[in-house]
């Protein structure tokens, strides 16, 4: 019905909780996945660290507390929370790209670990390069919940930069703006084939900044998130920090799907499209089927 899809947007706007216990240090964690991403955390761990890859079993001499950073593509998340023992749930680490927290919620993982990694690694085996801006000097990559601080350790302990952010209000508005990133540099750019990152910032600048600007206001009005200011100029900042990427509208339904579906809930309900231009541009590129 209409009312539950409107109701299911707004329900993944729920304010996270920020955990009472922070735990410090870097720990000896649980990597999963043997990708760049894990491979890197890796690097930067200490004696006691075991990696598990995809469709391993649980590690049984893995250490009994602890982290354990899952840095799998989105679509094995199901199978890495299927074979975590129920116990350690908690301890799951979410490195993701997209909108989580409505899977999260889910499935009892609402308060878990997130991070938001402005960090890339080019290529497996190279050390990250840090999401570091001519804006933001002091890094971007975030981190909030219960493993934060054990995570901005491990990152420092390899010289990277991460935030930790006891205020879920303020975690959640990074966490749209990240998003709002990645789905309106990507989507501008496969709507120009062939453009970088650096192209978009760049060349169709007016585009991308009037499709960000939509989805903030959308996102203030449909979920009432907050945005700190300067979040256009922040968001420019990092396209130019990594100009090379190429851009691709990839895992719909952790990315731009959700704002999709925010759009498709609100004109079931007989209101207007919060968020016009990204449908259209979402249609132009045959992400989703022409209304």
């Not at 290529?123 to 995570?151: H, Q, R, S, Y």
Request: net charge negative; with cysteine.
């Amino acid at each position: 019905s209409s009312s539950s899809s409107s109701s299911t947007a707004r329900r993944s706007c729920v304010a996270r909780v920020s955990a009472s216990a922070m735990e410090p240090a870097n720990v000896p964690a649980i990597i999963v996945g043997g990708g760049r991403v894990g491979q890197a955390l890796l690097a930067m761990g200490v004696p006691g660290d075991v990696m598990m890859k995809r469709g391993d079993p649980f590690p049984a001499a893995a250490p009994s507390t602890g982290p354990i950073y899952v840095c799998t593509r989105n679509d094995a998340l199901q199978g890495v929370v299927d074979q975590t023992p129920p116990e350690r749930r908690s301890d799951l680490v979410f490195l993701q790209n997209g909108m989580l927290q409505p899977w999260l919620d889910a499935r009892g993982l609402g308060d878990n670990t997130q991070a938001l990694v402005y960090f890339a690694v080019a290529k497996l085996g190279e050390k990250p390069t840090d999401g570091i801006t001519d804006v933001n000097p002091e890094g971007l990559t975030a981190a909030n919940g219960k493993w934060a601080e054990a995570l901005a350790a491990r990152l420092a302990s390899g010289g990277m930069t991460c935030h930790v952010l006891d205020d879920s209000a303020a975690f959640t508005g990074n966490m749209y703006e990240k998003l709002i990133w990645i789905c309106a540099f990507m989507a501008v750019g496969a709507a120009h084939p062939g453009a970088t990152v650096g192209d978009v910032e760049s060349t169709h600048r007016a585009e991308v900044v009037a499709l960000i600007e939509e989805l903030m206001a959308g996102s203030e009005a449909e979920c009432g998130v907050a945005f700190k200011a300067g979040a256009v100029e922040r968001l420019l900042a990092y396209a130019r920090a990594v100009a090379h990427f190429p851009t691709a509208v990839k895992e719909l339904e952790w990315r731009n799907g959700y704002f999709h579906g925010i759009s498709a809930g609100a004109l079931k309900a007989g209101r207007p499209d919060p968020f016009p231009a990204h449908t259209a541009i979402l249609q132009k590129v045959g992400a989703v089927a022409k209304a």
